[in-house]
């Protein structure tokens, strides 16, 4: 890694000389030559050279262009380590080099990325460590649209990276429907673990606001179970269906 990092950086070096660029205007060189590593080529599919390091992770290349030139960071380049985060023991002492390659991407994009987007893929990868680090990362701060997110498509790990305070006064917030979206996700997971937590959970009745728009269908509140419907078809379906009901 730290000899592949040193040789990008004098190839860099070497090509803003040959180019014959004044000493004086070589910053400016090579921050049109960093911007054409990320270039992307015409071919369907076609990758640069700057997402070829992320999804490589080779930190010491991202250090060394990024520190050049930050507007190289972007989505593509932070979804390349999101499905790479390590999925093992949260506790691994073991550094994670897909983690360090997410942290110093996101980092250089100074917040223009969607966080829910970003939410949405490190849920969805599943990748609870890396779930686990946005939530320390905004200080234990963690928005209703978030907490939803991992109930309805997230695990049990994952909602309990959320302090109990906080999963309580979600559950409690709103309409009180977010075991019915767990329930009609069929999510088992989040379904076990917050009634293992907040039994009276089940007692519930509540609306969608997604989906119940009339005026007779908001009159027709739910209890959570009633989301399950009737029993499916499909063996596989059927055994999480059980295991809810």
Known sequence: EQGVTEVARVMLEELVMHLGAKPETYPDVQKALLEIINVRPKSPGGSTAFLGAAKKLRIGVLQLLLAQCPSLASMDSLSATITQVGKGDIDEAKKDPALDAFQLILESMSGLGDMMDIWEQAVKAPSPKLVKYLIERDDAHITYDQFALIIEKGTAQMLSFVDRKTR??????????????????????TVESILSEFPREIEKRAVDPLTDKTLAQKQASKYPMEHLGEAPSDKKTLVTYMKIR
């Not at 409690?172 to 088992?188: F, Y």
């Open 168 to 189: 309580e006064a979600f559950l409690n917030l709103g309409p009180g429907n977010l075991l019915h979206r767990a329930v009609k996700s069929k999510n088992e997971g």
